[in-house]
């Protein structure tokens, strides 16, 4: 028969102790039928053992749970955002759905945890409860029964120890859920082992491709505004260094080459349908324009009225520096006429070829693109000078004068008399003339050949300017699909010429030939409204503008990369296997979640901490 109070018939609990006063401080106020009894003290080694054992797995699980959770938001939730490729590892899933037996079991794990601090504690100071209401602590029951207690009663009812463990409970109650908040299951893609199948040049069939093609895919895409968009699953590789949610052409994928803003660098590698990491040769490059607004800001063309013409160049000047410029107008456009604009054009290049040919990949081009090796850049520059006329018949239409910005700092081929007419401006087109190299006091009029239509000039504009740099060079990197970047460049330039009858012209050139007699492609390349239709004339409602310029000839050199690299082929008829790149395959990989993982990570650490130090608080005590 059990024990019983003598005074209450209640059955008789016992707490272990060395005196009423120690349970006292654990329980408040003990009732009659409470009783304390000795503590037996036990240093039997397999007891002792036991305990150790204990106590290291207790000690383990907060400290390994916090480690996994910093782990995954390290290596899988700390992905940039900004790469629109998700790419992972095989086992990602797998990581989703420990995660989430953890958030099944971790409160009970978590609450065993705390039992064995707990335990530990109050073995050290001889008072250990047994009687198993005394767990409430752990749950949201005794919780709110203690806040009862408390604000009916006015009083503690527990022992400090109590509200500690309450406190570190509550942790993990709030940061288990919240962790599952952080994480979500995406389709991406995980490698594979297989070498995969590509569409692209490689080094030693880079020069075998006849110019025509060549040229004429460019020049046609470039008229019809065609977008230059990668092919495959279409990946431009850009440095660790560049942020690329800074550039909206590498926002989604398949990337495109920029024709707004240009990329400082950025590598063109073979592609094939999903992302493939390893070591391939490719195209290294850059390309940029900017709106220049003052002619001192330019280079070459600032010259022209210091070079001389020579006889039998291609260009059409030279300037002091050994650069050349170009002079043509509106007349020589093979695009969409339009009666109601007249232009006159200068360009200038620095990239020149020779009697071979244009400049190619034989290892004089730059390559390095530091600081250093961006002042060997070629440029380009182009200036515009514009006119509105009008119709045939008379006929007009409603016409937007303003150009802005200008550039400043120059004079203009067509001048405005005092009775009103507009008539020629003698002294622009005046320059010294040069053969073989000894230049001639004679002073030519070289723009006689290029009729202005003066009398049918309404008004004119300030000219406009820009200024291009390019760089390209050849060579191997490592690709990075994860990250969408490159590095370990190594340059690889002279690819062979087997039986082309030249090789390829460096990516630049042909953008300077295509531009050459071009001023109503402008219009159309940018995507710009198409002109109006009046009567039987063509009629545009405004100058081309500074950022129409800029957009065209950028979206030309992007052309020009796509078909140095790629052909501009989009399909995988002629695809090959790539020995050195490994493939992927479609997959579930783990992405951020909607709940910031920062959150989560601070409450596992302090309740990691807080069980850490109570477990062993209690086993040295």
Not at 101 to 107: A, D, E, T, Y
Not at 162 to 171: D, G, M
Not at 558 to 583: C, R
Request: include cysteine; aromatic fraction near 12%.
């Amino acid at each position: 028969m059990s024990q019983q109070d003598t005074q209450s018939g209640l059955p008789l609990l016992h707490i272990q102790g060395t005196s009423y006063s120690n349970a006292h401080d654990g329980l408040g106020k003990l009732p009659g039928h409470v009783k304390v009894d000795p503590v037996k003290s036990s240093t039997h080694p397999l007891e002792r053992l036991t305990r150790l054992f204990s106590t290291i797995i207790q000690l383990l699980f907060p400290i390994a749970l916090t480690a996994y959770f910093i782990c995954i938001w390290r290596f899988f939730l700390s992905r940039d955002s900004d790469n629109p490729v998700k790419y992972g590892i095989p086992y990602e899933i797998w990581i989703f759905y420990s995660w989430f037996l953890i958030g099944v079991f971790g409160l009970g794990w978590s609450k065993f945890s705390l039992i064995g601090a707990e335990n530990a504690v109050q073995a050290s100071s001889k008072a250990v409860i047994v009687t198993p209401s005394e767990r409430s602590w752990s749950s949201l029951g005794g919780w709110m029964k203690a806040l009862k207690r408390g604000i009916l009663h006015n009083e503690l009812p527990y022992h400090s120890l109590w509200y500690f463990l309450t406190a570190v409970s509550i942790l993990m109650y709030v940061a288990l859920p919240l962790s599952g908040l952080c994480l979500e299951l995406s389709d991406g893609y995980v490698p594979l082992s297989t070498a995969p199948n590509v569409l692209g040049h490689k080094w030693d069939t880079f020069n075998e491709r006849q110019s025509v093609w060549y040229d004429t895919g460019v020049e046609k895409g470039w008229q019809i505004g065609s977008p230059a968009t990668v092919p495959g699953f279409g990946l431009i590789y850009t440095p660790p260094y560049i942020q690329r949610g800074e550039y909206s052409t590498l926002e989604d994928v398949p990337n495109s080459l920029a024709w707004e803003s240009g990329i400082p660098e950025m590598f063109l590698a073979p592609q094939a349908m999903s992302p493939v990491s390893g070591d391939a040769w490719g195209v290294r490059a850059s390309y940029n324009c900017s709106i220049l607004d003052d002619i001192s800001e330019f280079t070459i063309l600032n010259q022209t009225r210091s070079s001389v013409l020579r006889i039998g160049s291609r260009g059409d000047y030279e300037t002091p520096s050994g650069d050349e410029i170009y002079l043509f107008n509106s007349d020589a456009s093979s695009g969409t006429y339009a009666y109601n604009l007249w232009a006159d054009i200068e360009m200038g290049v620095s990239m020149i070829g020779d009697q071979y040919g244009p400049p190619s990949y034989n290892g004089s081009e730059p390559s390095s693109f530091d600081p250093d090796g961006a002042k060997k850049a070629e440029v380009l520059e182009l200036l515009i000078w514009q006119a509105q006329t009008s119709g045939s018949y008379d006929t007009e239409a409603a016409f937007n004068s303003s150009v802005e910005p200008t550039v400043q700092g120059l004079g203009h081929p067509i001048m405005k008399a005092s009775n009103g007419s507009f008539i020629r401006n003698e002294t622009f087109y005046k320059v010294q003339v040069s053969n073989r190299g000894n230049i001639s006091t004679e002073v030519a009029d070289y723009k006689e050949k290029y009729s202005i239509p003066y009398d049918r000039i309404l008004s004119t504009a300030k000219p406009i300017g820009i200024q291009c740099r390019v760089m390209s060079t050849l060579g191997t990197a490592r690709l990075n699909p994860r990250t969408s970047t490159f590095d370990s460049f190594k340059e690889l330039s002279n690819p062979p010429i087997i039986t082309a009858e030249s090789p390829m012209p460096r990516l630049g050139f042909l953008t300077q030939e295509t531009l050459q007699g071009s001023y109503f492609e402008l219009f159309r390349a940018a995507n710009a409204p198409p002109p109006l239709t009046v009567s039987n004339s063509y009629m545009y409602q405004n100058f081309v503008q500074p950022q129409v310029l800029k957009k065209s000839v950028m979206l030309l050199y992007a052309l020009e990369g796509l078909q140095l690299m790629y052909d501009g082929v989009y399909g995988f008829e002629g695809t090959w296997d790539h020995p050195n790149l490994t493939s992927s395959s479609p997959g579930k990989i783990l992405t951020a979640g909607v709940i910031p993982p920062i959150g989560p990570v601070v409450l596992f650490v302090v309740w990691a901490i807080s069980c850490t130090m109570l477990r062993v608080v209690g086993f040295f005590l």
